[in-house]
Antibody, heavy 120, light 113 residues
Framework: QVQLVQSGAEVKKPGASVKVSCKAS????????IGWVRQAPGQGLEWMGW????????NYAQKFQGRVTMTTDTSTSTAYMELTSLRSDDTAVYYC?????????????WGQGTLVTVSS | DIVMTQSPDYLAVSLGERATINCKSS????????????LAWYQQKAGQPPKLLIF???TRESGVPDRFSGSGSGTDFTLTISSLQAEDVAVYYC?????????FGPGTKVDIK
């Protein structure tokens, strides 16, 4: 069965960076892209971007351009999302998700989420 | 960016009654070349990741009960729960995937009256 297992909660100080991992299993990792969505406490869902193939091509929401880097390690079937220059409003649960296929970008599998808390 | 809006923000419905959630996009999400609406609906229960219910505006994801249905085209869409069950208490989001960023609506909280 398809599973996306994310790394554990993080607490970071303002200005620091965080790198969240998402380990995939149950399917051919290189046949699907991985997207990232975040959710601030009590708020809605925010699409951050995705890694469009495993050659490093990405598409980031403009809001995160310059601060986010999404990568994959095909040898371990793991995706990573690094966010730099953290601010208090980056406090959120970060989800990785897999779309149905290349032509249907709606997300049918999600990780359990990783809470990132940014606090001095 | 395409802006997604939803109404109402909150909806309380009696068990067994119909719940209707509306979603509107700031521009059409209908791709004319394949006549598909690039619109999905998700359900999110407290403390859980979202769950895909509907894609292409009206196609039910495998395993989703048939009391959930999606309709609409262009800029106006609806998610209907035909007979609300206790386990349907959740927040529901629409999402457009016509153009990046694939924006979500603000969500509609559904509760039992």
């Amino acid at each position: 069965q398809v599973q996306l297992v994310q790394s554990g909660a993080e607490v970071k100080k303002p200005g620091a960076s965080v790198k969240v991992s998402c380990k995939a299993s149950g399917y051919t990792f290189t046949s699907y892209l991985i997207g990232w969505v975040r959710q601030a406490p009590g708020q809605g869902l925010e699409w951050m971007g995705w890694i469009t193939d495993h050659n490093g091509n990405t598409n980031y929401a403009q809001k995160f351009q310059g601060r986010v880097t999404m990568t994959t390690d095909t040898s371990t079937s793991t995706a990573y999302m690094e966010l730099t220059s953290l601010r208090s409003d980056d406090t959120a649960v970060y989800y990785c998700a897999r779309p149905i296929d290349l032509y249907n970008p709606s997300f049918d599998y999600w990780g359990q989420g990783t809470l990132v808390t940014v606090s001095s | 960016d395409i802006v997604m809006t939803q109404s109402p923000d909150y909806l309380a419905v009696s068990l067994g009654e119909r719940a209707t959630i509306n979603c509107k996009s700031s521009q059409s999400v209908l791709y004319n070349s394949n006549n598909k609406n690039y619109l999905a609906w998700y359900q999110q229960k407290a403390g859980q990741p979202p769950k895909l219910l509907i894609f292409w505006a009206s196609t039910r994801e495998s395993g989703v009960p048939d009391r959930f249905s999606g309709s609409g085209s262009g800029t106006d869409f609806t998610l209907t729960i035909s007979s609300l069950q206790a386990e349907d208490v959740a927040v529901y989001y629409c999402q457009q995937y016509y153009s990046t960023p694939h924006t979500f609506g603000p969500g509609t909280k559904v509760d039992i009256k």
